[in-house]
């Protein structure tokens, strides 16, 4: 059983990749931080009993459920909208940058040339602008096993398909990334 340390910690180290992920997929940075609250939530109010390592594919399966969720909720609201209203569209169409929500560590100034610092930042763009363009299903595998670190069976079972399609989707995002990347001229 985790102790509410234990929780706390898993909580405070899960919180900015879970909220990457889903601000990629639903792309409404108030929406994201909503979802993996309520994520949060239902992991201690449901699951706080669970042993540690269980934890991660906990709440990614919690993660990902309380997205489609919000997507079914949208599909509703906007269903209503439209045909009440004569104007369907939401008036904000501004993007938003991932990248300014998060604070880096490894980005920090301290003890590191400028120069290295900006290519990073400058590579951390270009690849979550990369990392957004991919399928879902691909986005969802790549993020998971190389992000949150799960193993293919983790991944797998988060996922609900065979470790066969993992293995499939992150092959793919993985190639699709490097031929992109190396279409703009990035080099390792």
């Known amino acids: 059983m985790a102790s509410e340390k234990e929780l706390s910690d898993f909580l ?7 909220f990457k992920q889903v601000f990629y997929s639903v792309r409404d940075e ?27 594919l906990l709440f990614t399966r919690i ?18 909208v439209t045909l009440f209203s004569k104007f369907g569209k939401n008036e904000d169409g501004d993007d938003i940058d991932p990248q300014d929500f998060f604070e880096n560590s490894e980005d920090s100034s301290f003890g590191k040339e400028s120069s290295l610092q900006i290519e990073r ?8 602008k990369e ?24 991944t797998a079972i988060a996922m609900g398909c065979s470790e066969g399609s993992v293995k499939t989707h992150c092959s793919r995002a993985s190639q699709t990334l490097a031929a992109a990347l190396k279409k703009l001229g990035v080099t390792f």
């Open 131 to 154: 990392i957004e363009k991919l399928p879902r299903r691909q986005r969802e595998a790549f993020l998971m096993r190389y992000w949150e670190e799960l193993d293919i069976s983790e």
């Open 121 to 128: 930042m400058e590579l951390s763009t270009i690849l979550e």
């Open 63 to 80: 993660v990902q459920n309380c997205t489609k969720d919000w997507f079914r909720r949208q599909k509703v609201r906007n269903t209503w």
């Open 12 to 18: 405070k180290a899960s919180e900015k990749r879970a």
């Open 30 to 56: 108030d929406a994201a931080l909503d979802i993996v609250q309520d994520s949060m939530i239902k992991l201690t109010q449901s699951y706080g009993d669970k042993n540690i390592e269980e934890l991660p």
